[in-house]
């Protein structure tokens, strides 16, 4: 596997690869970034009702449609994009909505991202699992009727090598029928290793697409590097991955452009590796632990429903994941619109689900790492089960058959 350089200093320039990083030969960013580029404030304040009317009336939604359903101009419409998402959503997936939960199974980190609760400066109790606890974990999680689990790290070579990653996907695939990544970006031949041993598909969160407010937010660390971060999905489907997400941190820079460019990231990529599976996510910056305050969320949760209704009109086969960053009223009310996966169970903290699945006492040396964000919807799976099955949906733990 790669060897990469380990507490390099960061590049001044964000878009300087560092010592070990995997640089490939792709279209994709050109693509994105040349619709994010021309899809600034003027642009898309431009659109009006009658552009905004036009989208909606074409069975197939293009670029441009999708670029006016994004808009100012079309937050009056919301009640037709949510109708046209509902029909959308309907078509493609039915009434099911998937449900999973992640495991952080480390939260050591060398980056300094100035709005995220693990940062290396935040002074926050650390923890990485040992083999051992974190089948520990598994075990709580399977025992509640969970078979899709997300494994996620801190963002640390050092503290959560590949190997270490590997060892908890192998975990995993005992206890789960789905595993998916969240971890720092890797080359490909690392991919490909993980994906020998279980995983299925990988998450990695661009932040945001707009490079200048990367390089400010975005201080120390690899993690610095843009286009190392933004090519992770191609390399991941390079390695075999069967699926791969896409998503901006929403609010972090200009929400309509970050949303535009997610979205856009997905299409491109699904036209030259039309075999893989793809999502979007849609998550909003929520209070960290031990941080800076930060600023509440530049989008209100009606502009988010317009991103998701936009989202499913433009891309109706994409799976659509709305995370436990949001509430429990707005995750009922979206999966009937457009989301097809939420998260059941959650904890963002590190070998605490004994503690919440079992209601577990916790004592004075209770093993437990500080949580990354907190969350809005704590509802256990099978309270989220019986909640999508009253609403009319049929929730999903899993449709794979492995023969």
């Known amino acids: ?216 937010l975005h201080l120390r660390g690899p993690k610095r590097v843009w286009p190392y971060r933004f090519a992770a999905q191609e390399r991941a489907l390079r390695a075999g991955m069967r699926g791969v997400a896409c998503s901006a941190l929403l609010g972090l820079a200009d929400f309509r452009r970050d949303a535009l460019a997610s979205a856009l990231h997905a299409y491109y990529l699904q036209r030259q590796y039309p075999q893989a599976e793809f999502s979007l996510s849609c998550p909003r910056l929520r209070p960290i632990s031990d941080g800076a305050a930060m600023p509440p969320p530049a989008l209100s949760e009606r502009q988010l429903c317009q991103i998701l209704c936009a989202y499913r009109i433009f891309l109706p086969y994409v799976g659509i994941t709305v995370s436990s960053r949001e509430s429990e009223a707005f995750r009922n009310g979206i999966v009937k619109l457009a989301a097809t996966k939420i998260s059941a169970g959650v904890s963002t903290g590190v070998g605490d689900h004994a503690q919440k699945y079992q209601q577990e006492a916790a004592s004075a040396d209770a093993l437990a790492g500080d949580e990354q964000f907190s969350i809005d919807d704590s509802r256990s799976l099978p309270q989220m089960y019986a909640d999508m099955a009253a609403a009319g949906l049929q929730p999903v733990l899993n449709d794979y058959l492995y023969v």
């Not at 580029?37 to 909606?56: C, E, I, P, T």
């Not at 994004?70 to 998937?98: C, D, I, K, W």
């Open 1 to 216: 596997m790669s060897n990469m350089q380990q507490n390099s200093a960061p590049p001044a320039d964000v878009m300087t690869y560092l010592p070990g990083m995997e640089q490939l030969e792709s279209d994709v960013c050109r693509q994105v970034m040349s619709q994010w580029q021309a899809y600034d404030s003027a642009a898309y304040n431009a659109y009006n009702a009658a552009a905004v009317q036009a989208a909606l009336a074409r069975p197939h939604c293009d670029i441009e449609s999708f670029k006016a359903l994004l808009s100012p101009a079309a937050e009056p419409f919301l009640e037709q994009m949510a109708a046209r998402a509902r029909q959308e959503t309907a078509r493609h997936f039915g009434n099911t909505v998937y449900l999973f939960t992640p495991l952080y199974i480390a939260n050591y980190c060398e980056n300094y991202c100035v709005y995220c609760g693990f940062n290396c400066h935040n002074q926050i109790k650390r923890l990485r699992l040992s083999p051992r606890q974190i089948e520990q974990e598994m075990q709580v999680i399977a025992a509640s009727g969970m078979e899709e689990i997300l494994l996620l790290t801190g963002e640390s070579r050092q503290m959560s090598d590949v190997s270490y990653i590997g060892e908890a996907c192998r975990l995993a695939r005992q206890y789960f029928r789905l595993v998916g990544l969240e971890v720092y970006p890797l080359n490909t031949d690392e991919y490909r290793y993980l994906h020998e041993c279980g995983a299925d598909y990988v998450t990695v969160f661009q932040e945001t697409y707009d490079q200048e407010a990367y390089a400010q």
